[in-house]
């Protein structure tokens, strides 16, 4: 991998450490502490991911020679598998926290588990360690998978923080773990397909729902306590 390559692999935590510094403040000395359990809590994510590409292997379904294997290994193996590791530690150790009182804040902390996320990720996707690899450059490769995963953090954030202050918890706990994970194997398909045209359309389309979500949370308040 070239250099630059290597310095394209400090984006994420470097975003992180942006955000940071924006929001530190407008929030009291908690955000510090939050901020870095959601960082963690996202890398900790990489070992459901890790587990399934493991069964995947073992089973022969990263092979890619179909348009149903390409499908599975995009929407279950990656898609399902990543937002199932960062729903699960986000949803357990985050999201409860007090300093998370009112719906922005969870799409805040989510993002930032998906940037601990996608650090330990993309460190691993430079060493090899996955299977099956996109055709795009891996310097593109990161530069694109960052932004993506900001993406998906806020739809999981968006309606995990509704569970949490609203009704019907569940189905918006599903809402949130089925949504990004479609929109994570989405992408991964645009990525393991090589199609430039369907993956602007699909950064467009995501970018608008991203957008009417964060909205909807702004102006959304609380009518129970968590």
């Not at 990263?62 to 279950?76: D, P, V």
């Amino acid at each position: 991998m070239r250099p630059l390559a290597y310095i394209a692999l400090c984006f994420a935590p470097l975003v992180a450490l942006g955000i940071y510094w924006y929001c530190r403040q407008y929030y009291a000395k908690p955000f510090l502490r939050l901020f870095v359990v959601s960082f963690l809590m996202g890398a900790a994510g990489i070992m459901v991911l890790l587990f399934a590409e493991l069964v995947s292997t073992w089973l022969g379904l990263n092979n890619i020679r179909s348009l149903k294997r390409t499908l599975f290994y995009a929407f279950i193996t990656i898609g399902g598998a990543s937002e199932l590791g960062k729903f699960f530690f986000f949803r357990y150790f985050v999201l409860p926290d007090k300093t998370i009182d009112r719906p922005m804040l969870s799409i805040l902390y989510a993002v930032i588990t998906s940037l601990g996320f996608s650090t330990l990720y993309l460190l691993f996707y430079s060493l090899d360690l996955f299977g099956t690899r996109s055709v795009f450059p891996t310097t593109l490769y990161v530069m694109i998978f960052v932004p993506a995963n900001m993406m998906f953090g806020v739809i999981q954030g968006f309606f995990l923080g509704m569970a949490k202050f609203m009704k019907a918890r569940f189905s918006f706990h599903m809402a949130g773990l089925i949504g990004a994970a479609f929109f994570h194997g989405f992408f991964n398909l645009c990525l393991l397909t090589g199609d430039y045209k369907l993956l602007s359309l699909f950064s467009f389309g995501a970018m608008v729902i991203v957008f009417i979500l964060g909205l909807k949370a702004a102006y959304t308040k609380p009518v129970s306590s968590p």
